[in-house]
């Protein structure tokens, strides 16, 4: 079973960056895929990135590709989301996730973290 608690969020103009993390507990970390989500209010739970358990590939939907980088650090049990170029529709709820094999469907991922609030203004 793996914890796993986000960071980093906030409040950042457009065209601003931030940086979250996810710790995760438990020394099987490194075998989970790790999965980064959003969701806005009144809208649907989106997919953000996604990391390999050694971290040689990433996901992204085109929505952010370019912008967002998903990273890990196996030694710390971290996952971070570089964001750069925000715009304000990147204001959502982020969530990190878990599971052991690689996937794009929120509903695939078996743990979630509390969420943190990123907040983009124009």
């Known amino acids: 079973q793996v914890q796993l608690v986000e960071s980093g969020g906030g409040l950042v103009q457009a065209g601003g960056s931030l940086r979250l993390s996810c710790a995760g507990s438990?020394?099987?970390?490194?075998?989970?895929?790790m999965g980064w989500f959003r969701q806005a209010p009144g809208k649907e739970r989106e997919f953000v990135a996604a990391?390999?358990?050694?971290?040689?590939?990433?996901y992204y939907p085109d929505s952010v590709k370019g912008r967002f980088t998903i990273s890990r650090d196996n030694a710390k049990n971290t996952v971070y989301l570089q964001m750069n170029s925000l715009k304000p529709e990147d204001t959502a709820v982020y969530y990190c996730?878990?599971?052991?094999?690689?996937?794009?469907?929120?509903?695939?991922?078996?743990?979630w973290g509390q969420g943190t609030q990123v907040t983009v203004s124009s």
């Open positions: 996730a878990a599971r052991r094999w690689v996937s794009t469907v929120g509903s695939e991922y078996d743990y």
């Open positions: 438990g020394d099987t970390f490194s075998t989970y895929t």
């Open positions: 990391i390999s358990w050694a971290g040689g590939s990433t």
